[in-house]
């Protein structure tokens, strides 16, 4: 073998590694970022879950399905059919995903009184 030759075949193992370091650094890039994601939907989920526990909110009262409550915080402050929750979701979303006769009472009165809110998307930013 001349040196050229040996030079060339002890750059293959080096660019190999190198190869199969990158490769494993992206994975691991990868796996991390969807990790942190997931733990970011994690913390929404549970802020989500914390906001319809609060009491005397707009969101304790679609959980609980209180429509008498539900409608006096609207009278008080017809905003929070517009208000946000942690993963972007408004009222009648929830009203929706709840789907009770109570709940989809609700929505009607919503639908109704504040027609623009069925236009609101699911996924806008969280303010």
Known sequence: MSFESEESLSAVPDNIWTRLMLSVAQKRKEILAKNFNEALKASAMEKQEENLRKG????????????????????????????????????????????????????????????????????????
């Open 56 to 127: 005397g909110t707009i969101w304790e009262a679609v959980c609980k399905a209180d429509e008498a409550t539900f409608k006096n915080l609207i009278k008080e402050n017809p905003s929070n059919v517009d208000v946000r929750g942690p993963i972007g979701e408004c009222p009648i979303h929830m009203l929706f995903l709840y789907g009770t006769e109570t709940h989809l009472n609700m929505a009607r009165y919503l639908i109704t009184n504040f027609p623009h809110t069925l236009t609101q998307t699911y996924n806008q930013p969280v303010n």
